[in-house]
């Protein structure tokens, strides 16, 4: 089952691309680069790359909140920053490794825990902890995040974010409560109103399936035609013959050469704009 906010457990019966037992023992021991989507298709090379290049990170709230994630850090310092905001599951090694990869082409990475530590393995699972993130509570922990982020002296002070499905509306919430340099959003949900909008003050990068039925047509026009009121002529709407969460390499409905594009489109927005 999916809906506007992600995708339930049916596992993709796409084929796996082959990975011969010697490459993952030395990708494991940190002597083998394999490509991002062959990493997040198999769970113990994602869970690896996670956690053999992030680390645990919290930050205090202005009032008082503790803002949590992990961070991957690039060989070379000072770096721009991307703040990633996961799917409904939460912060699990998928995401983690996005992070890794990141921080490899030379960004500082941090991917929020919007959960405290918790994540999904159902969709009933995910909704209830989706349910648990209030505006106002996400809203802080994320642009206390970004400020970390753009005051660190291992910053350029650029920060972009991106995320996928909750994450993807929560990308551009971050970016309408406190200015970033670069806004990417993955079939998030992004029905504002020009007023809301007035505040945005970075490009915006956007990728969405034909075949989403949820973050569909309707909704992305009106996005579009709410920028342009606002005054926001900087957005690239990217579309896919795909569905729902087309990015996702362990899900039913991941798509591998749309799913590729979208990653290039978004590696070179963030150069363009970070770099």
């Avoid at 796409?14 to 990975?19: A, D, M, N, Q």
């Avoid at 929020?112 to 995910?126: H, L, R």
């Avoid at 007035?198 to 949820?214: R, Y």
Wanted: charged share 20%; proline share 5%.
């Amino acid at each position: 089952m999916c809906d506007e906010l992600g995708c339930g457990t049916v596992p993709s019966d796409k084929p796996l691309p082959e990975v011969s037992d010697e490459v993952r023992r030395n990708f494991i021991k940190g002597l083998a680069v394999l490509p991002l989507a062959t990493v997040l298709a198999y769970p113990d090379l994602a869970r690896a790359s996670g956690n053999n290049m992030t680390t645990p990170i919290s930050i205090k709230t202005p009032s008082g909140r503790t803002a949590m994630g992990v961070i991957a850090m690039p060989a070379v310092t000072p770096a721009p920053t991307v703040l990633l905001i996961h799917e409904w599951w939460g912060l699990n090694d998928q995401i983690k490794s996005v992070a890794a990869e990141l921080a490899k082409l030379g960004y500082i990475a941090l991917a929020v825990d919007m959960y405290g530590g918790k994540t999904a393995s159902d969709g009933p699972g995910a909704k209830a902890l989706m349910n648990g993130v209030t505006e106002q509570g996400g809203t802080e922990d994320l642009v206390a995040l970004i400020d970390y982020l753009k005051h660190s002296d291992k910053s350029t002070g650029k920060v972009g974010t991106i995320g996928w499905c909750f994450g993807g509306g929560w990308s551009l919430n971050a970016s309408i409560a406190t200015p970033v340099d670069a806004t990417v959003i993955y079939y998030g949900r992004c029905n504002k109103s020009p007023e809301q909008l007035a505040s945005l003050n970075s490009p915006v990068l956007g990728h969405f399936g034909t075949l989403d039925t949820n973050i569909n047509a309707e909704m992305v026009n009106g996005f579009e035609a709410a920028m342009a009121k606002a005054g926001k002529t900087d957005l690239q709407v990217n579309w896919y013959e795909a569905n729902h969460a087309f990015a996702n390499p362990t899900g039913a409905r991941y798509d591998e050469a749309d799913a590729n594009l979208a990653w290039e489109r978004t590696l070179a927005f963030f150069k363009t704009h970070l770099m």
